[in-house]
């Protein structure tokens, strides 16, 4: 898990975002060319680790009911990748599930590959060419490539 002060450098390595202090200790990064009323990207970045980056209408993602998903646990790269989703959704009024399809390469501790691949509206796992696991929606996908203890690779097709 990064550290507050880890998170902190990599969301403050985004010159849009703009820091604000809230109670607590806590830190909000607002995104002030937004093209909507919601601004805040990353919500209650607390010392502990713990904070949420807005992902509302994102494909790809299952917020709670504000919109948010949760970034204690996220890696470098998810976390950049979350923040830049998010900056790139309030700064466009096209519809995501437009944009990209998802690939990425996730990888276990023996070195097994599996390919996440989004695919007519499912998210798909491959072990090489062979299906391994179909899924509607791309959280139950990470959930249970997570729980077979594969982690998404920095080498994604993308």
Same mark, same amino acid.
């Given at each position: 898990?990064?550290?507050?002060? @880890?998170? @902190?450098? *990599?969301?403050? #390595?985004?010159?849009?975002?703009?820091?604000?202090? +809230?109670? /607590?200790? $806590?830190?909000?990064?607002?995104?002030?060319?937004?093209?909507?009323?919601?601004?805040? +990207?990353?919500?209650?970045?607390?010392?502990?680790?713990?904070?949420?980056v807005y992902?509302?209408? *994102?494909?790809?993602?299952?917020?709670?009911?504000?919109?948010?998903?949760? *970034?204690?646990?996220?890696?470098? #790269?998810?976390? $950049?990748?979350? *923040?830049?989703?998010?900056?790139?959704?309030?700064?466009?009024?096209?519809?995501?599930?437009?944009e990209e399809?998802?690939?990425?390469?996730? +990888?276990?501790? @023996?070195?097994?590959?599996?390919?996440?691949?989004?695919?007519?509206?499912?998210?798909?796992?491959?072990?090489?060419?062979? /299906?391994?696991? #179909?899924?509607?929606?791309?959280?139950?996908?990470?959930?249970?490539?997570?729980?077979?203890?594969?982690? $998404?690779?920095?080498?994604?097709?993308?």
């Amino acid at each position: 898990m990064l550290t507050f002060e @880890q998170k @902190q450098k *990599i969301i403050e #390595s985004f010159p849009e975002l703009t820091r604000k202090e +809230v109670s /607590l200790k $806590r830190l909000n990064y607002h995104y002030e060319d937004s093209l909507y009323d919601k601004t805040i +990207v990353v919500q209650h970045l607390h010392p502990n680790g713990n904070g949420y980056v807005y992902v509302e209408g *994102i494909s790809g993602y299952t917020p709670d009911e504000r919109g948010l998903v949760n *970034i204690r646990e996220a890696s470098e #790269s998810e976390l $950049r990748r979350t *923040i830049e989703d998010a900056i790139r959704a309030l700064s466009t009024e096209e519809q995501w599930d437009e944009e990209e399809a998802v690939e990425e390469v996730w +990888v276990n501790g @023996q070195g097994q590959k599996l390919t996440l691949l989004e695919e007519e509206g499912f998210f798909n796992i491959y072990h090489g060419y062979n /299906l391994e696991e #179909s899924f509607g929606d791309y959280g139950e996908a990470v959930d249970y490539l997570k729980e077979e203890r594969f982690k $998404r690779s920095g080498g994604d097709l993308k």
